[in-house]
């Protein structure tokens, strides 16, 4: 709940809501001397994601923090405060024609720093990498306030060690980011999407891995199954007088560049999925291109368990297969980003079924060599498990990174791997 | 005649004595990098394993002495040179790509292979790796993670770190493990990312895994000549600001043309100020719209000549020229000092115009290879070393260049990395408490005073005093040059 900061059931003492970096410094400073802990939260779209908290007396609010520093469109550069929502950012970067190449789940709640607190990313990623990729200079205000920065503001820098990679996806658990310099890019001439559908998943993803190592590489290829696939296979179908099975799985592809390549892209992308024996598809234009897109996100509504899992290519195919036949695929809504390897599922349903279902993806995960992360389930079961799963190894350099950052245990103590 | 030390004694046993070096006159082989500076190593180990490499490691720490891994010394700032009597390992033997995987479009190789190497042995799949320092048929994937490598490419494509999933390292007390993997991420922080670019600080890569992608449909490479270097670098500011993005956008200005044509016949125009090489590529269609807007751009600012090369064998020339262009500097003078500088390319006309004013100012050439579309300077200093007030008239000059960079809100480095050579300097940039804050990864990774010791952080007589001081102490103390 966002407006309380209550976090797995836990409901924080104090707000703080600081408006400036010196404010957010001077804030984190008196938590962490006065041996408390405090919760980072942008927009709250992704709290659910991460380990129970095992202490939380302080929600930082970052939305006070919500301005471009600067802005150098010629450059094709931006500084951003971290609690600007994404929405806010992309608006003032489309007056000049240009966007950050990401796409990220509620983007008008969604703040920048949260996003990259939290790792999230759509689809996108298949063509520019994720998010981290566009970061090119970061300021982190310290758990003991103090004030850091790395990187700068040109998009070429390797002068000290590139410390921004630290805090994406940490969680906000070895600082706050305050400010971040970001590579930007042209909002693309022509952009056109193509979505097909298929009778089985195993048919889409092969023409969705088709597509991703042909000729040039779409913006994003994904690959989404269950009810709402179904659903919106046949509107699609019904536009095109055509048909689409009950067990529709849908494959939508985004295209964008200057007006003759995405001719081109079009020409090869639709030749594909003939070969490939699509059920049908139709290329569309404009605002249309919004619906199938809508599918790349969490259904309607809060569900039970999300669970995201990164492996090779080949391997999320395997994976988008198992999972969309196995018994846990009841109520299931299956996105796989077969280019880039992520498959993100979602399920609703009784609490009571939820850790079977969990064991189930992780060993239909571990068996193609995927590393699973449980991003929501019920607050109740996480006492029982690590979301983030075994890391191995690495997890000892991760435990004395905490150690080093924050050794007091004041942001968000427990949320991240090993329950750091 | 030395004698062997007790660590040196060790290294053998785990190492075949050939594959240890030791004798001081076999070690002034390594006392160099590419850079300007020098320093002789305690002893140099060439292991053939990762078993071995996590052997030599627990030896070292055995003897308290840290270690320097070393790929093929390309690098221009100091990084693969030893100090405090650091143990070179050189791991030019670890050189096999052991895996190509088409279908998911990653290699799995060994630290030692070469850039180019990797790139013939992926070309047979239609694949390429695309991080392409100048350096490349020498430099290796290891030492290109060391630095976080970039290269006239990366202007559209990103550098090293956007193009590794991830790396096998041997930590501090011999631990091998996997930072990131053969996917696209993997959860838990990013120690993959934070370790791309640590110039041999924290571990010891073993293996790489790295990401390719398809070679293009089509490739155009064009030459625009201009009678300034300002027109030549408004034209590139112009380009960047379309928001096209051209595979590589590279420069380089009169010296640079005097020193290329005698040696590989470019063709360039004898009244070239500055030339521009523009690559584009993709698909046919993206290459033609592409090339159609900087050809405008390029006439916009009034080229005065234009081409598109013919066919193969015209664009390998055009690129000898520019990736080969430091090699023939050795026409103008014995030695270069080689800047490694980056701007916001807006202000790349300005900045120019103060490197000659410098040029100048100093009385001492200078000579300019850019890759200019990412504002990434790389002015080269043409100097005597054994003329030790021209040597120090190159270092100051340097430090000049860098200052300029930062005060137009640049960079000390752009893919050189900062070693030996720009330690000094990074206090123009980052404030006690960043500095602090980096240095914490040494004990995260359980690295402290281990690996390449003596590094990017700057020492109390380098805040204090002159930030060249150091290097022209170890450049003049014994100048044998």
């Not at chain 2, 033997?93 to 895996?99: A, D, G, I, M, S």
């Not at chain 2, 804050?437 to 005093?465: S, V």
Request: one cysteine or more; glycine letters at 10%; proline letters at 5%.
């Amino acid at each position: 709940m966002t407006d309380t900061y209550e976090l797995d059931g836990i409901t924080p003492s104090r707000i703080e809501r600081p408006d400036s970096v010196d404010a957010l410094s001077a804030t984190l400073k008196q938590i962490n001397d006065g041996a408390q802990s405090a919760v980072l939260w942008g927009g709250g779209t992704r709290m659910h994601v991460g380990n129970f908290v095992s202490k939380y007396d302080v929600a930082v609010d970052m939305t006070g923090l919500d301005q471009i520093v600067d802005y150098r469109p010629s450059d094709l550069v931006v500084v951003a405060e971290a609690g600007m929502t994404v929405s806010a950012l992309q608006a003032e970067l489309g007056k000049n024609n240009q966007r950050l190449p990401f796409d990220v789940q509620s983007p008008d709640s969604a703040t920048i720093g949260g996003s990259l607190a939290s790792n999230n990313v759509g689809p996108l990623r298949n063509a520019y990498g994720g998010i981290r990729d566009m970061v090119i200079g970061m300021s982190v205000v310290q758990a003991d306030g103090t004030m850091t920065k790395s990187g700068g503001s040109v998009v070429k820098n390797v002068a000290g060690y590139d410390m921004a990679r630290l805090h994406i996806g940490a969680l906000g658990t070895l600082g706050a980011i305050s400010t971040v310099a970001f590579k930007i890019g042209p909002i693309p001439q022509t952009m056109r999407t193509v979505a097909a559908w298929f009778d089985s998943v195993e048919a889409a993803a092969v023409a969705g891995m088709r597509i991703t190592n042909g000729s040039f590489m779409p913006e994003a290829v994904i690959v989404v199954a269950g009810a709402r696939a179904v659903t919106h296979a046949k509107e699609l179908a019904t536009q095109n007088s055509g048909s689409a099975s009950e067990n529709a799985v849908v494959l939508v592809i985004a295209l964008a560049a200057g007006p003759a390549t995405v001719e081109r892209q079009v020409q090869d992308t639709t030749s594909t999925l003939g070969a490939a024996m699509a059920d049908g598809f139709v290329v569309l234009d404009g605002a249309d291109q919004g619906t199938s897109w809508k599918l790349a996100g969490q259904p309607g509504g809060t569900p039970s368990l999300a669970i995201r899992s990164t492996q090779k290519p080949t391997s999320a195919l395997e994976l988008v297969s198992t999972l969309s036949k196995s018994s846990i695929s009841g109520d299931i809504h299956l996105v796989g980003q077969v280019g880039f390897g992520t498959v993100e599922a979602y399920w609703n349903g009784e609490t009571s079924a939820i850790p079977g279902i969990i064991e189930s993806a992780r060993s239909a995960a571990h068996n193609v060599g995927g590393a699973l992360m449980i991003e929501r389930c019920p607050p109740e079961l996480k006492s029982d498990l690590d979301v983030f799963g075994d890391l191995g190894a690495p997890l000892e350099i991760m435990r004395r990174m905490k150690q080093q950052y924050d050794p007091k245990g004041t942001l968000s103590p427990g949320r991240f791997a090993g329950r750091i | 005649m030395s004698e062997k030390s007790a660590l040196v004694h060790d290294l053998e046993q785990v190492v075949e004595p050939t594959h240890v070096v030791w004798r001081p006159e076999d070690l002034l082989v390594y006392e160099y990098d590419g850079s300007i500076d020098r320093n002789n190593p305690g002893a140099v180990v060439v292991p053939s394993s990762v078993e071995q490499i996590s052997e030599i490691i627990k030896i070292a720490r055995k003897h308290n002495a840290p270690v320097v891994p070393r790929g093929a010394g390309t690098g221009l700032s100091g990084g693969a040179i030893s100090m405090e009597g650091a143990v070179v390992l050189a791991l030019t033997r670890l050189n096999k790509v052991l895996e190509i995987d088409k279908e998911n479009r990653v290699a799995i190789v060994e630290p030692g292979v070469v850039n180019l190497e990797l790139g013939q042995a992926v070309a047979p799949y239609g694949l390429q790796y695309v991080p392409d320092p100048s350096s490349q048929s020498a430099c290796t994937i290891g030492g290109n993670v060391g630095e976080n490598a970039g290269g006239p490419h990366c202007l559209a494509y990103g550098v090293t770190t956007n193009h590794v999933l991830g790396m096998e390292v041997v930590l501090a007390d011999g631990t091998v493990t996997w930072l990131g993997g053969d996917a696209r991420e993997v959860p838990g922080y990013d120690l993959r990312g934070v370790f791309i670019g640590s110039e041999g600080t924290l571990a010891v890569v073993t293996k790489v895994a790295v990401r390719l992608v398809p070679q293009p449909e089509a490739i155009r490479t064009m030459v625009a000549a201009f009678s300034s270097v300002e027109a030549a670098s408004e034209t590139v500011a112009d380009i960047v600001a379309s928001g096209v993005i051209p595979g590589a956008v590279e420069m380089i200005d009169r010296l640079c043309i005097e020193a290329v044509e005698p040696a590989f016949h470019p063709g360039y125009p004898e009244d070239a100020q500055a030339i521009l090489l523009v690559e584009v590529d993709g698909l046919r269609e993206t290459v033609a719209e592409q090339a159609e807007l900087v050809e405008e751009l390029c006439r916009k600012h009034g080229t005065t000549d234009w081409r598109t090369a013919e066919d193969e064998e015209e664009r390998e020339t055009l690129w000898a020229s520019r990736k080969k262009a430091l090699g023939a500097l050795g026409r103008l003078a014995p030695n270069y000092y080689l800047i490694d500088g980056v701007i916001p390319p807006t202000r790349l006309p300005e900045t120019m115009s103060k490197i000659n004013a410098l040029s100048d100012e100093l009385e001492i050439p200078i000579a300019n290879v850019l890759h200019a579309g990412d504002g990434n300077l790389h002015p080269c200093i043409l100097f005597d070393s054994r003329q030790p007030e021209q040597v120090e008239k190159a270092l100051i000059a340097g430090g000049r260049i860098l200052e300029m960079c930062v005060e137009v809100g640049g960079a000390l480095s752009g893919e050189h990395g900062i070693g030996l050579e720009k330690q000094g300097y990074l206090p123009l940039v980052f404030t006690d408490e960043d500095l602090e804050a980096m240095a914490r990864l040494k004990p995260a990774f359980g690295a402290a005073g281990m690996f390449n010791p003596g590094k990017i952080f700057p020492t109390d007589e380098q805040r204090e005093g002159i930030p060249h001081a150091a290097i022209m102490q170890r450049l003049t103390s014994d100048m044998v040059i």
